[in-house]
């Protein structure tokens, strides 16, 4: 079992930043992957950002929307993952959900980081509000 806790959320200006922290407790794993997705009222959740944890490396995946705006980044002494959300736009509106793959595949790519059933875990999400 593994208990994800979103947090970092609110509301900013269009242009201003948030951090969004996703902390993981629970089962240890050697290779997963922890990914972003956000669902705007409705509309479909969709996948912003991913990053693997792995001996195999780490790597990090972002969609088109948010790719030169949005950084990943892990602190492993604390077990989470970091999404600098930079440059914020009224269209990131939305909550945002962290999610867990346990079970990575050998051949990683962009593409299936995108699904989210591909993810076993989800938190209770945080709400991000950009006001124009």
């Known amino acids: 079992q593994v208990q994800l806790v979103e947090s970092g959320g609110g509301l900013v200006q269009a242009g201003g930043s948030l951090r969004l922290s996703c902390a993981a407790s629970g089962s240890t794993f050697s290779d997963y992957a922890i990914g972003w997705f956000r669902q705007a009222p409705g509309k479909e959740r969709e996948f912003v950002a991913a990053i693997t944890i792995s001996e195999r490396g780490n790597n990090t995946y972002y969609a088109d929307s948010v790719n030169g705006r949005f950084t990943l980044s892990r602190d492993n002494a604390k077990n989470t993952v970091y999404l600098q959300s930079n440059n914020l736009k009224p269209e990131d509106t939305a909550v945002y959900y962290c999610?867990?793959?346990?079970?990575?595949?050998?051949?990683?790519?962009?593409?299936?980081?995108?699904?989210?059933?591909?993810?076993?875990?989800w938190g209770q999400g945080t709400q991000v509000t950009v006001s124009s």
């Open positions: 999610a867990a793959d346990l079970a990575i595949p050998r051949t990683l790519a962009r593409s299936y980081f995108m699904r989210r059933w591909n993810y076993d875990y």
